[in-house]
C-alpha cells in the first residue's frame, strides 16, 4: 500500500520500481568495477611494479608501472579525470548530443541503436588512451529496470 501513495511515486513509477530501478544500476557499477578489480587483484604482484597506494604515495617508483585492467566504469572515471564530459543521452537529447561526440564504426552504431530503443547511454566526448587500451567506455541502461550493459 506504501508503494501506491501518489507522494511517492516519481517518473510514473512506484516507490518500489524506483528502488530496484536504482540497485540494478549499483549493482551494474559493481559488476563493471570488478571486471577490472578482480584482474588487478589476482594477477599484478604490486611488490614487483610501481604502483601508488591506498594513500596517494608512489611505492616501488624505480620498477615498472603495475599493469591494470579496463572496464566500463574504470574509463568513464579516467575520462572524467582527464577532464571529459560525460554525457547521458536519450531520446529527448539524442539528436543534439550525438552529433558532439566522434564515434563511428561498431560502437556509433551501437549506442545509436540503443538509444533509439530507449534505452539511455552514458559516455565520455573522446577517446581514451590508457594501460595499453584505446576507446570509448560506455553503459547502456533500461530505464524501466535499471538493468543494462557495461562496455
Request: glycine content about 8%; proline content about 4%.
Amino acid at each position: 500500500q506504501i508503494n501506491d501513495k501518489p507522494e511517492l511515486k516519481q517518473n510514473n513509477k512506484s516507490a518500489a520500481q524506483n528502488r530496484w530501478i536504482a540497485y540494478n544500476k549499483m549493482r551494474g557499477q559493481y559488476a563493471s568495477a570488478m571486471e577490472h578489480a578482480a584482474p588487478e587483484a589476482f594477477w599484478v604482484d604490486k611488490m614487483k611494479c610501481s604502483h601508488t597506494d591506498e594513500n596517494g604515495r608512489i611505492q616501488n617508483p624505480t620498477l615498472n608501472p603495475c599493469a591494470e585492467a579496463i572496464s566500463a566504469v574504470k574509463a568513464i572515471a579516467i575520462a572524467q579525470s582527464e577532464g571529459q564530459k560525460i554525457y547521458t543521452i536519450n531520446k529527448a537529447n539524442a539528436q543534439t548530443t550525438l552529433a558532439k561526440l566522434p564515434i563511428g564504426g561498431e560502437v556509433g552504431s551501437e549506442i545509436r541503436n540503443a538509444v533509439n530503443a530507449g534505452k539511455e547511454v552514458t559516455v565520455h566526448e573522446k577517446s581514451i588512451n590508457k594501460h595499453g587500451w584505446k576507446g570509448f567506455g560506455y553503459i547502456v541502461i533500461d530505464p524501466e529496470t535499471g538493468a543494462g550493459a557495461y562496455l
